[in-house]
């Protein structure tokens, strides 16, 4: 049998060989130090072809080392602060002051060069410029709204109206009982009926599909309460029960509201959360007439 060939303190790569190692019987391994610090046990035929330099951390990800320092754009690397499924994220400094957390891919590939300031300031030259479309100029710009339409889009009791809406319902469609994406819809048409737009009594819950087609085949802006009986084929239960027309218009949303979920429980497969959505519209219309007197 031959005997091997001692290589200790012979470098391969970034290791540096120390003494002989364990390994398997047959082949003669050697103990070697990495530049980075580490131990590694490699095989001699791997070391002198050349198939083992390192540790492993020649082949390991950039990402995985210290860029702590670095400058990437307006970006200073300070330190890594977290690892997000194998990405890791280092917090940076930027150039204005602030700091931002980035990933090791955005910060290699020039995605992330600043905190966000160089956008600011790039959309703030822009605007200086008169290179930023406003008003009709907008490419985006609907000329079929009207100034009234504009300004509900910039008030928040719509969104308001619609949140309590949805939250008296308990986040389910009136028809179906579905939940999910729901709309708070108008018994008496938006347009139509403008002193009734923000009232609670004049909104109904429907899921996105109810809604639509509703709205397809009725129309938009000046429907009543009788049309979603109709289109849903719903026992209307407005008939012979009062003479409507002696009833004050504010009232009447609040009672047919109520009818329409004692119709719907009848209809579901819950009956509860109808009749209980019933129960809190009579409530609220004793205690509107009770402050009344």
Not at 179 to 197: M, S
Not at 205 to 225: N, P, V, W
Not at 234 to 249: E, G, M, R, S, Y
Request: charged share 25%.
């Amino acid at each position: 049998m031959k005997t091997a060939v001692d290589i200790t303190g012979n470098r391969y790569g970034k290791l540096t060989v120390t003494g002989r190692g364990n390994g398997l019987p047959g082949k003669v391994y050697w103990t070697c130090i990495c530049d980075c610090g580490n131990t590694v046990v490699a095989s001699g035929n791997n070391l002198k072809t050349g198939n083992t330099k390192s540790c492993g951390c020649l082949k390991a990800r950039p990402q995985a080392n210290n860029i702590t320092g670095e400058r990437f754009g307006r970006l200073t690397v300070v330190r890594r602060v977290k690892r997000v499924r194998g990405i890791a994220h280092w917090l940076c400094q930027c150039d204005c002051g602030n700091t931002s957390t980035v990933s090791y891919a955005h910060l290699s590939t020039g995605h992330t060069r600043s905190c966000g300031c160089y956008c600011r300031e790039g959309a703030s030259a822009r605007a200086r410029q008169g290179l930023v479309k406003r008003g009709t100029e907008h490419p985006r710009w609907r000329a079929d709204l009207t100034e009234e339409d504009r300004d509900r889009r910039r008030d928040n009791r719509h969104k308001e109206w619609s949140r309590d809406i949805l939250e008296r319902d308990g986040y389910r469609c009136a028809i179906c009982s579905a939940r999910g994406t729901l709309h708070a819809h108008h018994l008496y048409g938006y347009k139509a009926y403008p002193e009734l737009r923000y009232e609670l009594s004049n909104g109904v819950a429907l899921c996105g599909t109810c809604h639509r087609e509703f709205h397809k085949a009725m129309g938009y802006g000046r429907s009543k309460d009788a049309d979603l009986f109709t289109f849903f084929n719903l026992p209307n239960p407005n008939c012979d029960i009062v003479d409507w027309a002696t009833v004050p218009a504010p009232t009447q949303p609040l009672i047919i509201l109520a009818l329409i979920y004692i119709v719907c429980s009848r209809l579901g497969n819950d009956p509860i959360e109808p009749l209980c959505s019933a129960v809190r519209c009579i409530g609220d219309e004793i205690k509107r007439l009770k402050g009344e007197v």
